[in-house]
């Protein structure tokens, strides 16, 4: 008896779908796309690695999901396959335009957060960001009484007042977040652009096919566009599960073969010199292990972090440069120099940041960094990401070759400042500035 119901559900289902032509389109797609956001939704809500970009990802996931969802059934009323009162009909219409207008939010949220924006730095930015979708949501919710939005009579959608102002919203969320993504952009450094995310990606397809969707409504883009994005994100997150270091948050060794090979790509296959010479610099912390075992409050792992930190806030500040943390201790710093002088002072700068760092965090105990490089040389091993590598590594252990930097840092140095301290010594018992002058390069 079940069976002989659901197939006559089945025919009558299917013959309304024929004959209403664009509603199985429609109708096919929400239910895919509810399907895959489903399946990623639940991936990676069963991932360690929960950031606050990627917490506000699933929940725009869960939106998007309720989207598809009451799509359909609002597809299914639309045609008359589901008969129900005119309450349930606002209901599930509400809560498809609810659920949109979240969604587009939400994705101006994450995109930001990818950009470590101010703009949705703290509760009280993002509830100020969301003023226009409060706005949005409680017309919805008087329009029952006022007809402000829409009316559904007989299954049918008539448009109110305020209906084409509230319809502006989720739009200007998408091309507001793409925008702001883009300028970004264009004001990054190539190391940066090479490392970003899906913040410019993924506003811009939403909200260029959400326009489409809106000059075609027969055609169901927007859906497809939301799960080919999504499936985009979820590439992009995979990979970053590979490729950067789940401690310091900086590219790891994956990271760094994957993007100095495409830089020496270029470089191998350019036909004219560039203006400035590729270096790969080495740089790493001596005595982590004693550090490890002497101060027991002090983890080697808040150390790896401080250096991280300030070899990132070096690179935004005075260098550009693709930091990565290559082994341990060992961070693997990419960047262009045009000349000697530059070269000194990108060394220099590298130490006075990380010196800066330890004496700010007041660390009990002295921090010795060690500065390596090799310059790219085309037709030679130092045209390979393995010799470059190696020849900076090998420099950090050569108190002798002239391009090598060591120091003292220690927070009872009330005279840092950025300038190596007169206590500090070499391996050799010299005085460290002394040593510095003479064997600078």
Same mark, same amino acid.
């Given at each position: 008896?079940?069976?002989?119901?659901?197939?006559?559900?089945?025919?009558?289902?299917?013959?309304?779908?024929?004959?209403?032509?664009?509603?199985?389109?429609?109708?096919?797609?929400?239910?895919?796309?509810?399907?895959?956001?489903?399946?990623?939704?639940?991936?990676?809500?069963?991932?360690?690695?929960?950031?606050?970009?990627?917490?506000?990802?699933?929940?725009?996931?869960?939106?998007?999901?309720?989207?598809?969802?009451?799509?359909?059934?609002?597809?299914?009323?639309?045609?008359?396959?589901?008969?129900?009162?005119?309450?349930?009909?606002?209901?599930?219409?509400?809560?498809?335009?609810?659920?949109?207008?979240?969604?587009?939010?939400?994705?101006?949220?994450?995109?930001?957060?990818?950009?470590?924006?101010?703009?949705?730095?703290?509760?009280?930015?993002?509830?100020?960001?969301?003023?226009?979708?409060?706005?949005?949501?409680?017309?919805?919710?008087?329009?029952?009484?006022?007809?402000?939005?829409?009316?559904?009579?007989?299954?049918?959608?008539?448009?109110?007042?305020?209906?084409?102002?509230?319809?502006?919203?989720?739009?200007?969320?998408?091309?507001?977040?793409?925008?702001?993504?883009?300028?970004?952009?264009?004001?990054?450094?190539?190391?940066?652009?090479?490392?970003?995310?899906?913040?410019?990606?993924?506003?811009?397809?939403?909200?260029?096919?959400?326009?489409?969707?809106?000059?075609?409504?027969?055609?169901?883009?927007?859906?497809?566009?939301?799960?080919?994005?999504?499936?985009?994100?979820?590439?992009?997150?995979?990979?970053?599960?590979?490729?950067?270091?789940?401690?310091?948050?900086?590219?790891?060794?994956?990271?760094?073969?994957?993007?100095?090979? *495409?830089?020496? !790509?270029? +470089? &191998?296959?350019?036909?004219?010199?560039?203006?400035?010479?590729?270096?790969?610099? %080495?740089? /790493?912390?001596?005595?982590?292990?004693?550090?490890?075992?002497?101060?027991?409050?002090?983890?080697?792992?808040?150390?790896?972090?401080?250096?991280?930190?300030?070899?990132?806030?070096?690179?935004?500040?005075?260098?550009?440069?693709?930091?990565?943390?290559?082994?341990?201790?060992?961070?693997?710093?990419?960047?262009?120099?045009?000349?000697?002088?530059?070269?000194?002072?990108?060394?220099?700068?590298?130490?006075?940041?990380?010196?800066?760092?330890?004496?700010?965090?007041?660390?009990?105990?002295?921090?010795?960094?060690?500065?390596?490089?090799?310059?790219?040389?085309?037709?030679?091993?130092?045209?390979?990401?393995?010799?470059?590598?190696? *020849?900076?590594? !090998?420099? +950090? &252990?050569?108190?002798?070759?002239?391009?090598?930097?060591?120091?003292?840092?220690? %927070?009872? /140095?009330?005279?840092?400042?950025?300038?190596?301290?007169?206590?500090?010594?070499?391996?050799?018992?010299?005085?460290?500035?002394?040593?510095?002058?003479?064997?600078?390069?």
């Amino acid at each position: 008896m079940l069976a002989v119901s659901l197939l006559r559900i089945w025919n009558e289902a299917t013959t309304a779908l024929v004959t209403t032509g664009y509603s199985l389109f429609h109708i096919e797609a929400q239910i895919v796309c509810a399907i895959v956001l489903a399946v990623i939704f639940t991936h990676q809500l069963n991932n360690s690695v929960q950031d606050e970009a990627r917490i506000y990802w699933l929940r725009l996931l869960f939106a998007q999901f309720l989207y598809c969802l009451s799509g359909v059934f609002r597809v299914l009323v639309n045609i008359g396959i589901i008969s129900t009162s005119q309450i349930f009909a606002y209901i599930i219409l509400a809560l498809n335009f609810a659920s949109m207008h979240i969604s587009a939010w939400l994705v101006f949220v994450y995109s930001e957060l990818c950009q470590d924006s101010r703009l949705v730095d703290s509760l009280k930015n993002k509830i100020l960001s969301a003023i226009p979708l409060i706005i949005n949501l409680a017309i919805l919710i008087v329009t029952p009484a006022t007809d402000a939005a829409f009316q559904v009579m007989s299954g049918q959608l008539k448009i109110g007042s305020l209906f084409k102002f509230m319809m502006t919203i989720a739009p200007l969320y998408l091309f507001v977040a793409g925008a702001l993504a883009i300028f970004r952009r264009s004001r990054m450094t190539r190391y940066e652009r090479d490392t970003t995310n899906a913040a410019e990606f993924y506003p811009m397809i939403l909200f260029l096919f959400m326009i489409i969707q809106s000059f075609n409504w027969k055609i169901p883009v927007f859906c497809y566009a939301i799960m080919i994005a999504d499936i985009y994100v979820y590439i992009k997150y995979s990979d970053s599960l590979v490729s950067i270091d789940p401690l310091t948050k900086i590219a790891n060794r994956n990271g760094l073969t994957f993007i100095l090979s *495409e830089y020496l !790509r270029k +470089l &191998n296959t350019a036909e004219k010199e560039p203006e400035k010479d590729l270096y790969v610099f %080495a740089v /790493d912390i001596d005595g982590l292990n004693t550090i490890n075992s002497s101060y027991v409050h002090i983890s080697g792992d808040q150390i790896l972090i401080l250096v991280a930190e300030a070899l990132k806030k070096f690179s935004e500040e005075a260098h550009e440069c693709f930091i990565s943390r290559y082994y341990r201790d060992e961070f693997i710093l990419v960047a262009d120099i045009q000349n000697k002088e530059e070269l000194e002072m990108f060394a220099e700068h590298v130490r006075n940041y990380i010196g800066n760092a330890a004496t700010a965090a007041k660390l009990p105990y002295h921090l010795r960094v060690n500065v390596g490089w090799a310059k790219y040389e085309k037709y030679s091993k130092l045209e390979t990401v393995s010799g470059l590598i190696e *020849e900076a590594t !090998r420099l +950090l &252990n050569e108190n002798a070759e002239q391009r090598r930097f060591q120091t003292f840092w220690t %927070a009872q /140095d009330q005279d840092l400042g950025g300038v190596l301290s007169n206590e500090n010594t070499t391996d050799n018992g010299t005085n460290a500035n002394d040593y510095y002058r003479r064997n600078r390069f």
